[in-house]
């Protein structure tokens, strides 16, 4: 059984951090390409950032400088790092698994993220 586990979100003012984990049991971590994306209250789900298996890396314009994304195959976890968070970066961030589409990845729950201004 596949199992994603966001943590890490929480309230935090305008200009703070927060560390995402996401970790994974049932799959290999590093087989898949990994994302986060987040969904905001009347919008649609969207990429936050995503790692391939080799590395590589790509983050949404509205985060790139702001946030990071990292992947620590040996703890099977996913890691997003998000400094000078902004009230817009109010979402649920939800952790992604997938061997080609995201679509046919599997998700974690979502964690709770909210910046007051």
């Known amino acids: 059984q596949v199992q994603l586990v966001e943590s890490g979100g929480g309230l935090v003012q305008a200009g703070g951090s927060l560390r995402l984990s996401c970790t994974a049991s049932?799959?290999?971590?590093?087989?898949?390409?990994m994302g986060w994306y987040r969904q905001a209250p009347g919008k649609q789900r969207e990429l936050v950032a995503a790692?391939?298996?080799?590395?590589?890396?790509n983050h949404a314009d509205s985060v790139l400088g702001r946030f990071t994304i990292s992947r620590d195959n040996a703890k099977n976890t996913v890691y997003l790092q998000m400094n000078s968070l902004k009230p817009e970066d109010t979402a649920v961030y939800y952790c992604?698994?997938?061997?080609?589409?995201?679509?046919?990845?599997?998700w974690g729950q979502g964690t709770q993220v909210t910046v007051s201004s």
């Open positions: 992604n698994a997938a061997l080609g589409s995201y679509r046919d990845g599997y």
């Open positions: 790692v391939t298996r080799s590395g590589n890396t």
């Open positions: 049932g799959i290999i971590l590093s087989l898949y390409t």
